[in-house]
């Protein structure tokens, strides 16, 4: 059976996507910083070419993950998401982007429409960018109703963690601690809890935390290639404990998918490990296998 | 060589009855090894034999009077096996910390006045009075300036797995409040058990500048770990002379892990130190 490739994020060049930082040039995304050419599509933001590179890398599905935080990372409508898996509804998923600053009946009311959206399966979050003046805790009490709505749902929820991020907007480094994962994957043993770009570069806390919580699933996204510091620990925890709960996933436009993917295959995996990586894990976490 | 393992508890009365031996086999499955037949037998007997197989002479029955389920192992526990088997088994006078001030020092004297105990050791993260969550707690400065006094080792055992089993705050593993501790107590010699994994660098780092810091990073020390190849570089390079083997036995298996200890790279004078010299010097039994 041919390898099926998810990728767990990529931004497609939507209306509002387009004018964030991960498409505007020159800027600190700008992938040849790190070795990469620019994705053509990148360049030209047209959705249909994205659709072309995917199909010649072989992705499966490009997932979309939601995100309402701060800027410069932004506000996406989960609408123009919506759109856009509706325009093509087998090649992109979506997880739902919630702005944890809204009351949390609104977050709950914005959760329960998603989730009947077509290709919407899961939850995203980001509280240390959140919108307004300050950063939150992932396990501040506040966002328990978000949580027990996601395991009344039986969807996973994702919480996007590295030092990277707090830079764009200037939120605290600290905020970027996998360590805040642990507090609620044990008051929440059954919701899967789904961390994007890995915690880079807290790597050791990440791989510690994702150890002792059988719950927690890992995209190390873009850290998870060989120039990157400490990204051999990834690749240790992946491919020895952690094999059914490690993910691809490209971040595009921040770097291009074929090229990713071969970086992916350039480490030295166990027998099946790689399949599982690349998308078995990320079909069992969308409850798609 | 005579191999001395920091870290082994026997089939004893109660610690049978605890996760160690009633709930370790989730855990040998995910990481890929046999549980010894000692474990099921729960003889000692069986386990002196495979230590003998494994050429370890010496096994460190490290005290233990913690929160459940790790819990309580009764120090005389500890002796009785001691003097049931000379010259295979030393221990260290586990404390339990909800105790009173009092009663840890005149256990700290009792114990050690028992045929071969050799040192101290407490798990504060993990204790039986979850107020006491760091090493650097004041109220635990007596224990310390008794162990100086009497010239014996401290063992703090460190690591998230210990956490995670008690639900107990999984930053409370950091080693970075033992650098208070071993700079307020200079000529107190500390003990690491579990190196704190995964807290790693930071654990490499406070044995870096504290020179009565010494670790043994048990189970953790393997090279198909993350973080594991660092300990083996700080180990090999600049902390030869504190570093111990241990496999945290029934949690591993003896032969397989001292393999694993021979893949890290050590010249062979290290690697003895490692598995040998270091921990008779560190008990003064060399």
């Not at chain 1, 770097?255 to 990586?277: K, N, S, T």
């Not at chain 2, 490290?62 to 819990?71: A, H, K």
């Not at chain 2, 009565?212 to 030869?240: C, H, T």
């Amino acid at each position: 059976m041919a390898r099926v490739i998810v990728d767990m994020r990529t931004r497609p060049p939507l209306d509002t996507w387009v004018q964030k930082a991960q498409f505007r040039q020159g800027g600190v995304y700008y992938p040849t910083r790190a070795g990469f050419p620019r994705p053509r599509s990148a360049e030209e933001r047209s959705v249909e070419l994205l659709v072309q590179e995917l199909d010649e890398a072989c992705v499966r599905w490009a997932v979309i993950m939601g995100r309402q935080s701060a800027e410069p990372t932004g506000a996406i409508p989960n609408d123009e998401i919506a759109a856009c898996v509706a325009r093509y509804p087998d090649r992109f998923l979506a997880w739902a982007g919630i702005d944890v600053t809204q009351p949390i009946e609104q977050c709950l009311a914005e959760i329960r429409r998603c989730a009947k959206l077509p290709g919407f399966k899961g939850v995203s979050i980001e509280p240390a960018i959140a919108r307004g003046d300050r950063s939150f805790w992932a396990y501040e009490k506040r966002f328990y109703p978000i949580y027990e709505e996601c395991l009344r749902l039986d969807l996973p929820v994702n919480i996007t963690l590295s030092g990277i991020l707090q830079m764009n907007p200037g939120r605290p480094y600290e905020y970027a601690s996998p360590i805040q994962v642990y507090r609620v994957a044990k008051d929440f043993p059954k919701l899967d809890i789904h961390v994007a770009h890995g915690g880079w570069p807290s790597v050791m806390d990440m791989i510690g935390v994702a150890f002792v919580c059988p719950n927690v699933w890992l995209s190390p996204d873009q850290y998870f290639v060989k120039m990157i510091p400490a990204a051999r620990e990834y690749w240790k925890a992946a491919n020895y404990y952690f094999q059914d709960r490690t993910l691809y996933s490209s971040n595009y436009p921040s770097r291009p998918h074929r090229e990713m993917i071969q970086a992916y295959a350039e480490w030295d995996w166990a027998p099946g490990v790689l399949d599982r990586v690349m998308g078995q894990n990320a079909l069992r976490l969308m409850r798609m296998a | 060589m005579k191999i001395v393992d920091m870290r082994l508890r026997p089939p004893l009365k109660t610690w049978v009855g605890k996760m160690q031996f009633t709930r370790g086999d989730d855990y040998f499955r995910k990481l890929g090894y046999e549980r010894p037949a000692s474990t099921r037998t729960q003889s000692v007997a069986d386990l002196l034999r495979e230590m003998d197989e494994a050429q370890v002479q010496w096994g460190v029955i490290m005290g233990r009077q913690s929160e459940e389920p790790l819990g309580v192992i009764p120090n005389d526990e500890i002796a009785e096996c001691i003097a049931q088997h000379p010259g295979r088994f030393v221990g260290w006078v586990g404390l339990d910390l909800a105790q009173p001030m009092d009663w840890c020092l005149k256990e700290i004297d009792r114990g050690l006045k028992l045929p071969g105990f050799k040192g101290v050791s407490i798990e504060p993260p993990i204790s039986k009075d979850p107020s006491i969550h760091s090493p650097a707690d004041p109220r635990l400065y007596p224990i310390y300036e008794e162990c100086t006094r009497r010239g014996v080792p401290l063992n703090v055992t460190l690591s998230a797995q210990l956490q995670s089993r008690l639900g107990r705050p999984y930053e409370d593993s950091s080693p970075v409040p033992l650098f208070k501790v071993a700079k307020d107590f200079p000529k107190l010699t500390i003990h690491v058990a579990h190196a704190a994994w995964p807290y790693v660098m930071d654990m490499i780092g406070v044995a870096f500048v504290c020179p009565n810091v010494w670790i043994s990073p048990d189970q953790y020390m393997v090279k198909r770990l993350p973080g594991a190849e660092e300990y083996a570089k700080a180990v090999q390079n600049y902390f030869q002379d504190r570093a111990c083997f241990g496999t945290a036995y029934p949690s591993r298996p003896f032969i397989p892990l001292i393999q694993e200890y021979q893949e890290l790279g050590f010249t062979s004078d290290v690697y003895e130190k490692v598995m040998s010299t270091n921990a008779l010097r560190l008990m003064k039994m060399a």
